[in-house]
């Protein structure tokens, strides 16, 4: 039998908690949760049972993995405040390099799920791609074996291509979902519910499981209908905003399917 | 019994595929298909076991309902080429006016349908809204009724709602895309597959299904993460388009969600 895992999440936002209640589920155990913000801290470990300390120094140092996922800025100050060298450190970020690790730990590396996470949102991690990347191979073999636990698509990475990978998620993903809100905040003007577009937005995601974006794109910037484009920039005229967004990127998918 | 609709489709591209495949799955009768490609014509009139032209003299004029499905750009010159007084005759388009039928026809309208067309991905019209606009009353009734013969979900919409619904598209839907076509080249660059985006693109697609897009948002920009889109923008350097769009979207997601 594997002994149970023992994990340490540092940070208590959306990534922390939807892998620490993932981990759990797949019988690790979540020894405690760290978060400068007591408050953050004590309502995830209530969610994991588990300890918490606002007090970096109060960090248990028998935890067999330290899950650091807190935004990058934090990142490199965090690492500074552990003054212990745990068994297994790794960060979860797609654009911090591994080497943030190199000059003070021995067993380090990355482990970055890539997907959109809410506190609230229900993931199916099986489906998730986990992008790994280790200080040595003995190393990478206990992280593989970590996110394995999660999830079918475990691939390795180096930290520039995993850095390619995030610009790309910031595309698809927030991005995506920014054109989702201002379409919602145009529809608001109208009195109109943002319901009526979900057919339109799933639809458009279903469409690039079967072909390449570029081939599916529809709409007047790739048609050239030049008065629809003149009619909406017209509409968009009091939301300089919106009006420059709409005009650099249908100038960028006229371009691109040219 | 009602007697079974008989329908011209004028225009044999996306709209007038997906329309006529179901119109005619609903028991209608597609009686013509012209196209000034005479090719396009043959072919959607193949699928739809209908007559074609290319000729545009040559519609059959006896027909129930004209849908004129052609991009804006080239409606007004096909209305003014119609030499006879059609039962009714609707368009198809998000932004073009009514009123553009106003000076020549009798019984016209609008017939929207907010979904994304190619001509091969398979549509539930169950779900896709349609935007009915009619000359009167009576007429309304007719467009009513055959929209719902496709969709539960029909809705009355004046032609200035309606331009705001297709603006609302164009970023929900083709903007969107283009955000996929974005990540796709930028992934392809470094011989990553477009599928591992493929969960992310779903999930941030359901997500907007239980609350707005505004709460929904993550990512570096929403976060402040100046690092983060610092490196971002230094990874996509070469590609000044990309790297205006991921400016300019950066900053709006940022005001927008302060």
């Known amino acids: 039998m594997i002994a149970q895992l023992k994990i340490v999440l540092i940070g208590s936002g959306n990534v922390a908690t939807q892998l620490g209640t993932a981990l759990k589920k797949c019988g690790c155990n979540i020894v405690q949760v760290y978060s400068q913000n007591q408050k ?12 918490c300390t606002a007090v970096i120094e109060n960090l248990v140092q028998t935890a067999d993995i330290y899950i ?23 960060h979860t970020s797609g654009t911090t390099s591994i080497a943030v690790f190199k000059a003070k730990f021995k067993n380090y590396g990355v482990f970055y799920p890539l997907q959109t996470f809410s506190k609230s949102n229900k993931i199916n991690f099986k ?61 608001r003007k109208e009195n109109i519910p943002f319901e009526v577009l979900l057919p339109l937005i799933q639809e458009t995601a279903n469409k690039v499981k079967t072909a390449s974006p570029k081939l599916m794109q529809t709409g007047p910037a790739v048609r050239n209908d030049k008065e629809v484009i003149a009619a909406h920039k017209k509409y968009l005229q009091d939301s300089i905003d919106y009006k420059k967004i709409y005009t650099l990127v249908s100038q960028s998918i006229s371009d691109f399917t040219k």
Chains 1, 2 share one sequence.
């Open 68 to 90: 650091v996922a807190v935004k990058d800025d934090a990142l490199p100050s965090v690492l500074a405040q552990i003054n212990f060298q745990p068994k297994l450190i790794v």
């Open 127 to 187: 489906e998730v791609p986990f992008f790994i990347e280790a200080s040595h191979q003995k190393v990478y073999q206990q992280i593989e074996s970590t996110a394995r636990l999660l999830s079918e698509k475990v691939f390795p990475s180096n930290s520039e291509k995993r850095k390619a990978l995030h610009v790309a998620a910031v595309f698809a993903c927030n991005f995506t979902n920014h054109m989702y809100a201002i379409a919602n905040e145009i529809l």
């Open 40 to 51: 953050h801290a004590a309502a995830l470990s209530r969610k994991l049972k588990s300890n």
